[in-house]
């Protein structure tokens, strides 16, 4: 472009000297065409790209010399001189086809481009219409290809495969959509497979991650895979399927008559094993229970509104958790009532009187937490946690689709004291407490 440039005063000369000497040649004057139809086909977070027909020499015949190609983020047309100007290829015949790739954009940014084209004559075509686009991140994460699976307990399985980018293998993405089902997953059943839950985001690209599914169904066949987005919505194609084969789990049975496969809640709690599942029938069993640190089910068969956990007779929380329980411990579709909590400090201060997570995290779903009272003795001692008292340091708690109603504390906190927690789409009413604040819930 800059020879073509610096042999134009020569060439010039030359035809100005033969014309002088009786050459009957006229000089060209005749402009290269203007541009109609410049567009803006493509933009990324940086870059635009456009493309032209090519004019000729003169008007539409020929092959012009240079294109000027300028870009701003005002209008061109009307600031052509203050416009910057983009080093473009050098024109294609008449009729040709040319593009020319600008980077160096800011995403986001309104930009205009308008072009003119110079021939081998020093004559300028007329301006160009303008072209508008707007950069902004078009490239999807790259598909996962390494997912993989294996079996943890009969209904419990843990996924890992390598972190992709935010623009393909490079970066760091936004979000994960992992699903499961219990036959394959393809683009078109996508939206019909479950959606798990990822409480976390995606790490630098080439990182490995791994996530736990929990609760399945044992003795099933389970397929997964997964989708990555970035922070402007751009979804990567699904992952390659993983498919696993789920091992039989144990049910332990509990009765209240204690006929079934272990004579009482706990009984049955202390025989279970990582991944099984106690089932309790519906009826009132007067217990206390501690989970023991189970990666169990703990779930009433019919639901909290006919099984009931009983605390009238005892000492402590109806159930307590206080050896490390994770999101892997399940407490579900039980009624938990007239539990008095667990003095911590031996001063007879009561704390989570329904249920009590110390260092631990189970999900507690489903369930209704009703007439707890965590009371303290006379004189000024605290007591908190009507409902649940929860503080854990190992998982956040899940607390969802529960009823909190009609508990009490003597201090904080009489329907719900929590620390690190998930909460949602609980009922909590009619909980109060004797001398302090949260009614309803304290968190710390």
């Known amino acids: ?44 977070n940086t870059t635009a790209t456009l493309k032209w027909t090519a004019p000729g020499d003169d008007g539409a015949k020929g092959r012009a010399a240079i294109y000027d190609l300028r870009v701003a983020t005002f209008s061109v047309i009307a600031n052509w001189n203050l416009a910057s100007r983009v080093l473009t290829p050098l024109p294609g015949p008449a009729g040709a086809t040319d593009s020319t790739m600008v980077s160096g954009l800011e995403e986001g940014l309104a930009y205009n481009f308008a072009m003119r084209t110079h021939d081998p004559a020093g004559n300028w075509s007329d301006m160009s219409n303008m072209a508008e686009g707007v950069p902004r991140d078009t490239i999807p994460p790259a598909p996962i290809t390494d997912l993989a699976v294996r079996l943890e307990t009969p209904i419990s399985v843990v996924l890992s495969w390598t972190a992709p980018g935010d623009d393909g293998h490079v970066g760091m993405a936004f979000s994960y959509d992992v699903r499961y089902a219990q036959s394959p997953i393809t683009e078109a059943t996508w939206g019909g497979a479950t959606q798990a839950e990822v409480s976390f985001a995606p790490e630098v690209a080439g990182t490995g991650q791994e996530l736990t599914i929990w609760p399945l169904q044992s003795q099933t066949v389970y397929y997964f895979a997964l989708k990555t987005t970035d922070e402007r919505k751009n979804t990567s194609g699904p992952s390659n399927v993983a498919q696993i084969q789920t091992e039989t789990t144990h049910v332990w049975r509990i009765l209240p008559d204690g006929s079934g496969d272990a004579p009482t809640v706990q009984a049955g709690i202390d025989s279970a094993g990582n991944g099984d599942l106690v089932l309790v029938e519906p009826g009132t069993y007067y217990e206390n229970v501690n989970l023991r640190g189970k990666e169990i089910h703990l779930k ?33 579709g039980l009624t938990i009532t007239h539990g008095k909590g667990t003095d911590l400090t031996g001063s007879g201060g009561r704390y989570g009187a329904g249920i009590l997570c110390l260092d631990a995290a189970p999900i507690i779903r489903g369930n209704i937490i009703q007439e707890n009272r965590a009371e303290s003795p006379p004189g000024n001692i605290w007591s908190w946690g009507g409902g649940i008292s929860a503080y854990s340091s190992v998982d956040v708690l899940v607390l969802e689709d529960n009823v909190i109603a009609d508990n009490f ?8 004291d929590l620390g690190k927690c998930l909460v949602r789409r609980n009922v909590i009413r009619g909980n109060m407490t004797g001398k302090g604040d949260g009614g309803g819930c304290t968190c710390i």
């Open 409 to 416: 504390a003597t201090s904080n906190a009489g329907g719900l």
């Open 300 to 332: 009433g068969d019919a639901g909290p509104e006919v099984t009931i956990l009983d605390g009238t007779y005892g000492d402590s929380s109806v159930v307590v958790c206080d050896s490390g329980e994770t999101n892997r411990t399940i407490i579900e």
């Open 1 to 44: 472009m800059v020879r073509s440039l610096s042999l134009l005063p020569v060439a010039l000369g030359l035809v100005v000297a033969f014309y002088g000497c009786g050459d009957t040649t006229k000089p060209d004057t005749t402009p290269p065409g203007a541009i109609k139809d410049l567009t803006v086909t493509a933009v990324a």
